[in-house]
C-alpha cells in the first residue's frame, strides 16, 4: 500500500519518520487516501458462472482479491505468502466449483418453493399415498438433492482443509 495524503496534506514522497509526526498531530477526523490497498478479507462469492477473459469459465468469483494480494488478517497472524498462495489456490480449484453448483440450485429450488403450495396435490384435494402432484414430486427431489450438494461442498471444505 502507497499513502498518498492525510487529511488532505500530500505524503506521498516523504520519508517515513516525517508521515509518522503527522499522523501524531493530528486531532478529530482522520481522513487517509492511499493506493493500492491490501484488502482485510477475501470473500468468495458462488452465485453464477463466470468466463475470465482468457476464456476459461470459473465458478464463482472472489471479492476484494487484487492480484491475489495477501490479506491483513493473514499478515497478521503471521501466515507465509506461500501457505496463503496454496490456501487461496485450493479454495479456487477444490471449493468454488462445488459451492456454486449448491448456490445454483438453491436459487432454483427457491423459485421452486413459490409455486410449490397451489400445486402440492392433485385437484380435488385429495390426500394420501399415490395422490401427489408431479410438482410436489420434483420438489422432494429437489430437496434431496440440495442435501447431497450440502454433503459435498462440506466434504470439499473438509479436504481443502486437510491439504492446508
Not at 503471521?78 to 496463503?84: A, E, I
Not at 485450493?90 to 432454483?108: G, N, Q
Not at 410436489?136 to 447431497?148: D, G, I, R
Request: glycine fraction near 6%; charge should be positive.
Amino acid at each position: 500500500m502507497k499513502l498518498l495524503t492525510i487529511n488532505n496534506i500530500d505524503v506521498s514522497g516523504l520519508p517515513s519518520k516525517e508521515v509518522v509526526k503527522i499522523l501524531k498531530d493530528v486531532e478529530g477526523k482522520l481522513v487517509l487516501s492511499a493506493q493500492n490497498v491490501v484488502p482485510a478479507d477475501i470473500t468468495f462469492e458462488a452465485g453464477k458462472h463466470y468466463r475470465r477473459p482468457d476464456g476459461v469459465v470459473v465458478h464463482g468469483t472472489m471479492k476484494n482479491d487484487i492480484n491475489s494480494a495477501t490479506p491483513t488478517i493473514f499478515k497478521e497472524a503471521g501466515v507465509p505468502s506461500t501457505t496463503y498462495s496454496r490456501i487461496y489456490k485450493l479454495i479456487e480449484r477444490d471449493m468454488k466449483p462445488p459451492a456454486a453448483a449448491l448456490r445454483i440450485h438453491e436459487i432454483t429450488l427457491d423459485r421452486e418453493f413459490g409455486s410449490y403450495v397451489v400445486t402440492q396435490m392433485v385437484t380435488g384435494g385429495m390426500v394420501g399415498y399415490g395422490t401427489e402432484s408431479r410438482h410436489e414430486k420434483k420438489f422432494y427431489e429437489m430437496v434431496l438433492k440440495s442435501a447431497h450438494l450440502e454433503r459435498n461442498v462440506d466434504l470439499k471444505a473438509m479436504e481443502v482443509m486437510m491439504q492446508v
